[in-house]
């Protein structure tokens, strides 16, 4: 028995990849994984709770967000545009890495992490939000409870969060445009 | 005469006998009611204390009386009501804040006739509407474990509703029209389950404060009970025989649905998931088994015939709407609609979309469903809503499939109902 499958094109970080044949029930964590060689985003909880496994979907109206993809079908981004944690840094024609991204480069300084499983996710989660506050920039004494919504939906079992949480909080003080004097 | 100048007239006697009957009764509760007075000091047997404190589960006396986050039976949730925002009481014995020095008596009167110890008239918010069916001896054992419980010193907001709302007295002319002895039964049974499940439904559970639907001054349309009705988001669905006969239930389904378990045909999500996991969880065996007994009948209606339409559900299998279920639903749910067990609810069969009225389907899709935690360690992991990833179309299309395949209903959401429902 074989699956029935469709053809499916998508934009990853910038480059157009497909189209390829993909069964028409398989998440795109799979798709990411077993087909496209991107196992940057990580499979944890398999239901939606964990949100290891998020890519950022760049909508046609230049917002972004985050999607699960281990509950978000393969097909539901045929045509569309994401990037996984491979496409954050800045990296030269022949892919090599140039500079971390201000967020990532945070995680590192910080040491948010350990065992890093969830990290692919709070960089992604985090930089929705630079790119969010640079478009619409919020007053210094909320970037706290900010950086709180933005993340909390991600899971971490070894640290505490807390390093994430400074981690981001500093980013974002520390880059000019993304929080104004209240008022 | 038309339904129009009926309803006219009704408005029109409801404030006729308002005032009538105001001038009377209200005046005796002013005179008779009590401000001020002993702190009660109650002693009861610790047997009481325990019956009281089922009962109160029974009556799911927390589920209002407490605010989100806030401590048990202190008050303060807001009600949202057509009339303005009501908040409940604190019950807990604090003399300032809560009722500590109300007397059985009060407690009684409050549960009755739905007058304060002060004399005022309460909101029919307070299900007294129901509680009217109580035995005294069932007041006396609540009164008696809510008044050993830690008193709080919380003040919940007050009620205040705008004119003419805030005239509590128009609630004497009401209480005539609308109060009840006893509430009428929406099956036929005979046997002392059935009368048990009787007084545990209409009275101590007040079902059909939520699933009876409520004419213009809010009362309870006694004539269409347990018909279901949207006071909120969700709506409370149809719970007579006949409805919950349509949907698939059975008397074991509905036991353990409301002992806290997910079932085949559903688990408790929006308002009565707090019903299940403060009330009926609590109930013994045979409470719940009473409790389906009389909404069921002594002789349940034969389980309706699942109307799938082997033709339409093989062409949904195409369309738009697949498309979206195994996008976006699949991942969870399944490509069957099995759901996983103690994990995902299944959709073959489940309650919502075997539902006539579609809103719920839409309101869970538009909005996600929180986490649902039951007993024994089950969880029901919340839902993401998905109000911005369908267009109204779209979303539509997936209800139609959602409904069509494992509803067995028809496939007749529009747009234009989707945009009807979108928050604000």
């Known amino acids: 028995m074989s699956l029935p499958t469709r053809p499916l094109a998508v934009t990853i970080n910038g480059h157009r990849r497909g189209p390829i044949d993909v069964p028409e029930g398989l998440m795109m964590i799979d798709v990411l994984h077993e087909m496209l060689g991107l196992t940057g985003p990580r499979l944890g909880c398999g239901i939606g709770i964990c949100h290891a496994c998020v890519v950022i979907w760049d909508r046609d109206d230049r917002t972004s967000e985050e999607v699960r993809t281990c509950i978000t079908g393969a097909h539901f981004f045929e045509g569309k545009s994401i990037r996984t944690i491979e496409g954050i840094a800045r990296r030269d024609d022949t892919g090599r890495v140039l500079a971390l991204s201000p967020v990532q480069q945070a995680v590192l300084d910080k040491f948010s992490f350990q065992c890093g499983y969830c990290t692919p996710g709070f960089v992604m989660a985090a930089t929705v939000l630079v790119e969010r506050l640079a478009r619409v920039p919020v007053p210094r004494s909320e970037v706290e409870a900010t950086v709180s919504a933005a993340l909390e939906p991600h899971i971490c079992r070894c640290t505490g969060y807390v390093r994430y949480y400074q981690a981001v909080r500093d980013v974002i003080l520390a880059t000019p445009g993304l929080t104004r004097d209240a008022g | ?424």
């Open chain 2, 1 to 424: 005469m038309s339904l129009r100048r009926r309803r006219v007239l009704l408005v029109a006697s409801v404030i006729l006998l308002a005032v009538i009957a105001a001038a009377a009764l209200a005046l005796h509760n002013l005179l008779a009611g009590k401000s001020g007075g002993a702190i009660q000091a109650v002693k009861a047997p610790a047997d009481v204390i325990a019956r009281g404190r089922y009962l109160a589960a029974a009556a799911d006396c927390a589920a209002c009386h407490t605010a989100p986050g806030g401590a048990p039976f202190a008050g303060g949730l807001a009600m949202q009501s057509g009339f303005g925002t009501i908040y409940a009481t604190n019950i807990t014995p604090d003399p300032d804040e809560g009722i500590g020095r109300w007397s059985a008596d009060d407690f009684w009167r409050a549960l009755h006739d739905g007058v304060r110890r002060d004399g005022q008239q309460l909101y029919p918010a307070m299900p007294y509407t129901s509680y009217r069916g109580m035995t005294r001896a069932d007041s006396d054992a609540i009164y008696a474990y809510v008044m050993q419980l830690r008193p709080m010193k919380v003040a919940p907001p007050v009620t205040d509703l705008k004119f003419p709302f805030n005239v509590r007295l128009s609630l004497v002319g009401w209480n005539l029209l609308f109060l009840h002895d006893q509430l009428p039964a929406v099956s036929t049974g005979r046997s002392a389950g059935w009368q048990r499940g009787r007084y545990l439904v209409n009275v101590l559970g007040h079902c059909g404060e939520c699933h009876t639907p409520r004419g213009i001054v809010g009362e309870m349309e006694l004539s269409r009970s347990l018909t279901g009705f949207a006071l909120g988001r969700v709506a409370a669905p149809d719970i007579t025989p006949a409805g919950l006969a349509a949907r698939g239930w059975t008397a074991s389904g509905l036991r353990a649905f409301l002992g806290g378990a997910t079932t085949r045909e559903g688990s408790a999500f929006a308002d009565m998931r707090t019903v299940v996991a403060l009330s009926t969880r609590n109930m013994t065996a045979e409470d719940l088994e009473a409790v389906t007994t009389f909404l069921l009948g002594d002789n349940p209606p034969p389980i309706g015939p699942s109307p799938f339409d082997k033709a339409q559900v093989q062409a949904a299998t195409t369309g738009l709407g697949r498309s979206s279920y195994v996008a976006l639903c699949s991942g969870c749910h399944g490509l069957d609609g099995n759901g996983v067990p103690n994990t995902v609810v299944a959709l073959r069969n489940n309650s919502t979309p075997r539902l006539s009225d579609p809103r719920n389907l839409i309101v869970a899709m538009l909005d996600g469903v929180g986490l649902e935690n039951f007993p024994h360690r089950k969880n029901i992991e919340a839902m993401p809503g998905f109000a911005d990833k369908l267009s109204d179309g779209e979303a539509a299309e997936l209800a139609n499939y959602v409904r069509l395949t494992f509803g067995g209903r028809k496939a007749d959401v529009t747009a234009a109902d989707v945009r009807a429902l979108r928050r604000k």
